[in-house]
């Protein structure tokens, strides 16, 4: 059987979901994925805070690459960031629910362009990165 390549993303992202012990374990939830696109949200608890009263950069960014990381394994062929650049634009605070939305930029061999934004339920723009993935051997379900 033959899977579209939306199809194709869905599997990718439930065999990854299924392995995920970090992204679950910070509150992010999958919202959606497709062929070199994923969103994901999180809702900004006080354990994610850091000691100015807002969002942790790295909880942001966090959120970020793991959207980042879904959409460039969507094709089930086994992909790592092999740099990622991040702008942060305004601060998360307690009780957003802030969504990452990445989408494919540019895909060459073994090497992919994506952008992923990350905004608050306002719409405002939390912070912009720039993922660069390298793929690696192996796939992420058997097809």
Do not use: K
């Amino acid at each position: 059987m033959t899977l579209t390549p939306d199809a194709r993303a869905a599997r990718a992202a439930a065999a990854m979901w299924a392995n995920d012990r970090a992204s679950p374990w910070m509150g992010m939830e999958l919202i959606a994925v497709g062929e070199g696109r994923a969103e994901l949200a999180l809702n900004v608890a006080a354990h994610h805070c850091n000691g100015l009263d807002i969002c942790h950069g790295g909880v942001t960014f966090s959120l970020a690459d793991s959207a980042f990381a879904f959409a460039c394994n969507s094709r089930n062929q086994a992909t790592v960031a092999q740099h990622n650049m991040i702008s942060f634009v305004a601060p998360a605070r307690l009780g957003d629910r802030l969504t990452a939305t990445a989408h494919e930029v540019s895909l060459t061999g073994r090497s992919g362009i994506y952008d992923v934004r990350v905004r608050n339920q306002d719409g405002t723009l939390i912070a912009e990165m720039r993922g660069m993935s390298r793929a690696v051997p192996g796939q992420l379900f058997d097809e």
